[in-house]
């Protein structure tokens, strides 16, 4: 299991605010490991694939040498997205995606060719927290085209539902949730500013949230901020520091 770590919070086209969160990332796993309770009880992954006859969730190595059923989750290099600035293209390691095969010919867990969920719609990554959060953050890899505009985040208290915040927002100078740093396409790498939660029905937490993915993708580095609701709104505009740089 996998213990939550504690780090520095930086802005990634802005200045860092002093403060820090929670952030789960993922490579403790191995490249196709299936995830079952490896991060609970502080956070609980499970979800849905329609099209297939069984639900897998799975890690997958985006920087993972050699060949790949899905090279347009690998890099850096990333094709775009403000996770591809030359200078400071950030490796993301071990993401999550909903898998569209299950070999696993050894039985130990690990899927043999793990590759991303293909068809349209995708289905959905769902993230229960043990300990409700004022915000959440994350990354997002390969968003494109058709897939952005039926792609989505949904918020949950005690079972209720918060809002929903579409990927085409992040997008949208119209949006609140716009940031002009995110330009999602094939092969691109995009960091979300942390969510808080009390732009929805004056809520301060969420204990679940729910990535409807619309198609091939992957996720990472879910940002959870445990301070109190007025304290996260000077948060809003930050995101984590590179774990590793190239």
Known sequence: MKAMRRIALCAVVAA????SGQ???FNTLAHGEIITNQFEPALTITGTNPNRPFDIIAGFNTSKNGPTSDPDLQGPPWSG???AISDDAVDIGTALIIAENDRDDNNDGILDDP???GRRPGGTIDLS???PIPAFGLDIVDIEGTIRGTSSLDFYINGFLLGSVSFDSFEDPNSPFYDPSVVFGDNHANRIQPI???QFFMADRFDRVVI????SSAYDTFVTIPAPASGVLLLAGSALVARRRR
Not at 16 to 19: D, I, M, N, S
Request: net charge negative; proline share 4%; glycine share 14%.
């Open 16 to 19: 860092a605010h002093p403060a």
């Open 23 to 25: 952030v789960f990332d």
């Open 81 to 83: 997205g403000n996770l």
């Open 115 to 117: 590759d991303d969920e």
């Open 129 to 131: 927290f043990a300990n």
């Open 196 to 198: 808080v939660a009390s």
């Open 212 to 215: 409807n993915v619309g198609g």
